[in-house]
């Protein structure tokens, strides 16, 4: 009696990790690219996970598998949004660079990182105003392993400005009030973009970031000088 011809199997054997990895981190990024899409769109309060999914291009089981529920995803969208904003800022202001060029990179990143995502001052706004626990996850983006303690940039940031105010180099100023005043400057014109460009007339808003990268640390430290 012949035996049976065994054809070849046509099952896929599984990935190996690193590519189930590789397609997780994939999939988890699309979700949350989705969910920043929608959260802009709706706000917090009235996206729906089935949108989310659909923006995702993933089925909801999926989408809850990542995440459970709309708030861990809203919440892990904030703290990516936060770190954005704060994280590299506060190890700029850490370094032992001479102070002028920490401003300069200060200034550099914050209009960088905004001209990516113009989105960010508007809905961190938004999610604090709305939701101020949320104020408790900036907090843990500063206490991250990777973000300096934030007491000792002020306390570092203070002994600079008295030292170069004996020194005649610069007037008295607390770290406090130039880190919001720096902060300030560098976000208004994105919080305020469609006002300034209509009441100050502005076409090439690529240009004018242009100008006011290059042009924002020398006015800063400008306004330092006594």
């Not at 690193?18 to 988890?28: K, V, Y």
Request: glycine share 4%; net charge positive; proline share 8%.
């Amino acid at each position: 009696m012949a035996k049976p011809v065994r054809r070849p199997s046509t099952r896929r054997a599984p990935p190996p990790p690193a590519a189930r990895r590789e397609d997780d981190a994939d999939t988890e990024r699309r979700i949350r690219d989705a969910a920043r899409r929608v959260f802009i769109r709706r706000g917090t309060a009235g996206a729906r996970m089935q949108e989310i999914a659909a923006e995702a291009n993933v089925n909801q089981a999926l989408l809850h598998y990542y995440f459970r529920s709309k708030d861990a995803l809203a919440l892990a969208v904030f703290r990516e949004a936060a770190g954005h904003l704060f994280s590299v800022l506060l190890r700029v202001l850490a370094s032992d660079r001479p102070l002028e060029e920490r401003i300069t990179q200060c200034v550099h990143h914050y209009i960088d990182t905004l001209r990516e995502h113009p989105y960010l001052p508007g809905y961190v706004l938004a999610e604090i105003t709305f939701h101020p626990e949320r104020i408790e996850s900036i907090a843990e983006v500063m206490r991250s392993p990777q973000a300096p303690e934030v007491k000792s940039i002020l306390a570092q940031l203070d002994r600079d400005f008295a030292r170069r105010a004996r020194a005649g180099e610069m007037r008295p100023i607390r770290a406090e009030q130039f880190i919001v005043s720096l902060a300030s400057m560098c976000v208004f014109p994105f919080a305020a973009r469609p006002m300034l460009q209509h009441v100050l007339g502005i076409d090439d808003w690529d240009r004018y970031l242009d100008a006011r990268r290059r042009e924002l640390p020398g006015f800063i430290l400008n306004a330092l000088r006594p």
